[in-house]
T-cell receptor
Framework: GQQLNQNPQSMFIQEGEDVSMNCTSS?????WLWYKQDPGEGPVLLIA?????ELTSNGRLTAQFGITRKDSFLNISASIPSDVGIYFC????????????FGQGTTLQVKP | KAGVTQTPRYLIKTRGQQVTLSCSPI?????VSWYQQTPGQGLQFLFE???????NKGNFPGRFSGRQFSNSRSEMNVSTLELGDSALYLC??????????????FGSGTQLSVL
């Protein structure tokens, strides 16, 4: 099935460090979303972006909708142990649909 | 407001059997989407139901089917189970219209193991 190209696949960082991850697509999306998934749970919505160039924050998280509409970025500042998990980007096309195209995920581990 | 509820959390079946998974969306949400998550393929869209009608469908065989009831609750059925159907099945709900259709809220999933 179709997937977005998400990088990096995994990261192991020290507590307090900043984290950056990105997602690229060959197709244009109207909405970009970022989710976090903890073990044994479903993905939780972190940020939704609706306009090219848009920069949106949610606490220590900041995400951007790329100018080309084919990419998106997520930054986490001053990481803490509870940031551990898998982060997914997702793209949404036009119209009323519950279909999202997901990236492969970025597994984040934080060393206290 | 209660979140998306999926039952059961875990299921173990054998090849050839069939299985039914249940999903109760967030109150007021009219769209329910189903996703399959596996280590190899990641999150893949199965289908979406809105107002009791299938609105979108992914690239899965006909063994995968679903339905939605008038209270927006949804069920997903997999017939003639294969080993490769082992996965986490996630249900997500959304308002389903206009700006609200893309913000999906997921349940905790049903972990299906086919032996």
């Amino acid at each position: 099935g179709q997937q977005l190209n998400q990088n990096p696949q995994s990261m192991f960082i020290q507590e307090g460090e900043d984290v950056s991850m990105n997602c690229t697509s060959s197709s244009i999306f109207n909405t970009w979303l970022w989710y976090k998934q903890d073990p044994g749970e479903g993905p939780v919505l972190l940020i939704a972006l609706y306009k090219a160039g848009e920069l949106t924050s949610n606490g220590r998280l900041t995400a951007q909708f790329g100018i080309t509409r084919k990419d998106s970025f997520l930054n986490i500042s001053a990481s803490i142990p509870s940031d551990v998990g898998i982060y997914f980007c997702a793209g949404h096309g036009s119209g009323n649909t519950g279909k999202l195209i997901f990236g492969q995920g970025t597994t984040l581990q934080v060393k206290p | 407001k209660a979140g998306v509820t999926q039952t059961p959390r875990y299921l173990i079946k054998t090849r050839g059997q069939q299985v039914t998974l249940s999903c109760s969306p967030i109150s007021g949400h009219r769209s329910v989407s189903w996703y399959q998550q596996t280590p190899g393929q990641g999150l893949q869209f199965l289908f979406e139901y809105f107002s009791e009608t299938q609105r979108n469908k992914g690239n899965f065989p006909g063994r995968f089917s679903g339905r939605q009831f008038s209270n927006s609750r949804s069920e997903m059925n997999v017939s003639t189970l294969e080993l490769g159907d082992s996965a986490l099945y996630l249900c997500a709900s959304s308002r389903g219209l206009n700006r609200g259709s893309e913000k999906l809220f997921f349940g905790s999933g049903t972990q299906l193991s086919v032996l």
